[in-house]
């Protein structure tokens, strides 16, 4: 029977955490070692995961702990690197440079492709997965951040940190096909099968908007419950109030993580109708969900542990103590 890990970037510990999910606990830890830096070795943090579609390759992009923040400086810019790790051996298959600050990685259906948006330039750069050779730049506006794929394939969809839009990607054509301003950095979202619809998260919005695809406009705002008063909420460079969704494959429920609240919403769709807030750790920063939709998986990154909750119930059935500031999350079947 295949065991269900669930790969977490801690990201001030600059290693990866594995949690056996069936076990409730967690099963290793990956260092990820130290990167030469001005002749300093500064250790590597991970930022996002994707696995194969055969579960045996688990890609992540990485940079260095701390680096210069070059996008809004004008300092050098961060060199980081996209890895493929064997999930039987935790072997590093093999590593490609990126010039520049990769973030939240994509893979093609068929996982021969890898989409590497790049934070501190104004592209997305797609390798082959077989050769690691560059077949391609999309250009998509500054600070691409957050991608997914469509479900069918076809486009990539780049929420972008800097311009403020969430473009959309022809990745047949390779080509930009739109870009929709949204007045805010975009952070996590979730796109309808079909394409019609985007649910999106933004920096400083308490909540997330809901964009018409096709006519290129949010449609509306939805607020998450009220913040006590005096709630702290980042505001420095990095800030977002919150960070984390999933749409569920029926497309019938809507899971937000509040991050500065410390819980998860349950918005039943498509009447965006809020059916059930539950609490899990301090500061939850990203949400997934396992394959059945059984369960769903919430790093707390400012406790360091992963919260996990039982979809049909809507409560949380465990916390694991993970590495430190746990941030994106993957699951995997091995």
């Not at 990167?35 to 500064?42: F, H, R, S």
């Not at 055969?54 to 992009?61: Q, T």
């Not at 250009?139 to 780049?158: E, F, I």
Request: proline letters at 6%; charged letters at 20%.
């Amino acid at each position: 029977m295949p065991r269900r890990l669930l790969y977490v970037g801690d990201f001030l510990g600059a290693t990866i955490s594995v949690v056996d999910v069936d076990a409730g606990a967690l099963d290793r830890t990956i260092e990820m070692g130290t990167v030469d830096v001005d002749g300093i070795a500064v250790p590597m943090q991970v930022d996002s995961f994707y696995a194969s579609p055969d579960g045996r390759v688990m890609y992540a992009s990485r940079f260095p702990l701390g680096g210069p923040l070059a996008e809004i400086q004008g300092a050098e810019p961060v060199s980081g690197d996209v890895i493929a790790l064997d999930t039987a051996t935790d072997e590093i298959l093999w590593t490609i440079p990126i010039d520049g600050k990769p973030n939240h990685i994509s893979l093609s259906k068929d996982g021969s492709r890898v989409f590497v948006p790049i934070r501190d330039k104004l592209h997305v750069e797609v390798y082959d997965v077989a050769s690691q050779a560059l077949v391609g730049k999309i250009n998509c506006g500054w600070g691409p951040h957050g991608t997914k794929l469509s479900a069918n394939g076809r486009h990539l969809y780049v929420g972008n940190i800097f311009q403020h839009t969430l473009a959309v990607l022809d990745v047949e054509e390779m080509r930009l096909a739109k870009a929709i301003p949204l007045g805010e950095a975009v952070r996590p979202f979730a796109v309808t099968a079909d394409e019609t619809v985007a649910y999106v998260q933004l920096s400083r919005l308490h909540g997330f908007v809901v964009v018409d695809l096709e006519a290129e406009r949010k449609a509306m705002t939805v607020h998450l419950p009220e913040l006590p008063l005096g709630t702290p909420v980042e505001n420095t460079y990095g800030y977002t109030v919150n960070h984390g969704m999933a749409l569920r494959k029926a497309e019938h429920e809507l899971w937000v993580a509040g991050t500065a609240g410390g819980y998860v919403c349950v918005y039943e769709l498509p009447s965006l109708k809020l059916a059930k807030t539950i609490e899990v750790g301090r500061e939850p920063a990203y949400v997934a969900m396992d394959a059945r939709e059984q369960l769903c998986f919430v790093s707390n990154r400012m406790e360091d542990t992963v919260s996990i909750l039982d979809v049909e119930s809507r409560t949380e059935v465990a916390r694991v103590p993970v590495g430190r500031y746990p941030s994106r999350i993957r699951l995997v079947e091995v």
